[in-house]
């Protein structure tokens, strides 16, 4: 495959070191560490994250539904079968 009339190398692991790239930066960016605290509330916090889940879901199937409509609406459009 030419690239601007170079050609390109073609390497097996590119896809595993942009991933573990893609993984140790946004480790970095979000600063997640150990907490100080340990694992005494672990529980507790597995709820939370759950009730937050559970609070989002409506939000969720709602713009599932509206993504479905719009690929429905469209689909007639794509096969150009509008104003026939």
């Given at each position: 495959?030419?690239?601007?009339?170079?050609?390109?190398?073609?390497?097996?692991?590119?896809?595993?070191?942009?991933?573990?790239?893609?993984?140790?930066?946004?480790?970095?960016?979000?600063?997640?560490?150990?907490?100080?605290?340990?694992?005494?509330?672990?529980?507790?916090?597995?709820?939370?994250?759950v009730?937050?889940?559970?609070?989002?879901?409506?939000?969720?199937?709602?713009?599932?539904?509206?993504?479905?409509?719009?690929?429905?609406?469209?689909?007639?459009?794509?096969?150009?079968?509008?104003?026939?």
């Amino acid at each position: 495959m030419l690239r601007h009339g170079r050609p390109l190398r073609e390497r097996k692991d590119g896809g595993l070191s942009d991933g573990v790239f893609a993984i140790a930066i946004t480790l970095l960016v979000l600063d997640i560490s150990v907490p100080a605290r340990g694992f005494q509330d672990l529980w507790a916090r597995i709820a939370g994250l759950v009730l937050l889940l559970a609070a989002l879901a409506p939000r969720v199937a709602a713009f599932g539904f509206l993504a479905v409509s719009m690929a429905a609406i469209m689909l007639p459009a794509r096969r150009g079968a509008v104003g026939r």
